[in-house]
C-alpha cells in the first residue's frame, strides 16, 4: 500500500503552483498589448497607480504594488528615462524619494485604456467568476500583509 505521508508534496496538491503558472500566462498575455506601450508588465503597474495617485513616494508605490524598493527603485529611473515620471526627493524629508507621473505619462493612459478589456477576452471567465477570483486572490494577499 503506498504511503500517504509524502502526498503534500505532490504538485496537484499545491495551490501555489496554480497562481504561479496562471500568473506567468496572464503577464505573458499582456505583452503584445504593452509593447507599443515600449512598457513591461512590471512598469505598467506602476503607471497604472501613478494614473490614479499621480506622485507617490517610493515607499507608497511598493505597499500597492506588493514590490520592494530594490525593485522599484530601478523601475522607476526606467520610466524616467523614457521621460514617463521624474523622481525627486521630498523637501519635507530627503529620504524618501517622490515619483510623479509627467505630461507624458499621463498621456498614455489615452493608449493603454484599452487593454484590461483586451486581456479580458483572452480568459475564459464569466463576469462573476472573474470578480470572485479577484476577491479570493485579495483575501489571500491580505493574509501576507
Known amino acids: ?15 501555489c503552483f496554480p497562481l504561479y503558472a496562471c500568473a506567468k500566462e496572464v503577464v ?14 512590471t512598469q505598467y503597474i506602476a503607471m497604472m497607480v501613478l494614473w490614479e495617485h499621480k506622485a507617490l513616494t517610493i515607499k507608497e508605490a511598493g505597499t500597492l504594488l506588493y514590490l520592494d524598493s530594490g ?16 523622481r525627486n526627493r521630498s523637501q519635507a524629508d530627503e ?8 505630461e507624458k505619462g499621463e498621456a498614455l493612459k489615452d493608449q493603454a485604456v484599452g487593454i484590461p478589456a483586451q ?4 480568459i475564459e471567465l464569466e463576469p462573476q467568476e472573474a470578480e470572485q477570483l479577484y476577491s479570493l ?9
Not at 525593485?71 to 521624474?86: A, H, N, R, S
Open 119 to 122: 486581456l479580458a477576452s483572452c
Open 71 to 86: 525593485t522599484l527603485t530601478p523601475l522607476f529611473k526606467k520610466l524616467e528615462e523614457k521621460g514617463l515620471v521624474t
Open 1 to 15: 500500500m503506498p504511503s500517504k505521508k509524502y502526498d503534500c508534496l505532490k504538485l496537484e496538491k499545491q495551490l
Open 137 to 145: 486572490l485579495h483575501k489571500m494577499m491580505a493574509s501576507f500583509a
Open 28 to 41: 505573458k498575455r499582456y505583452t503584445p498589448y504593452l509593447a507599443p506601450l515600449d512598457l513591461t508588465y
Open 95 to 102: 529620504r524618501n524619494l517622490i515619483v510623479t507621473i509627467t
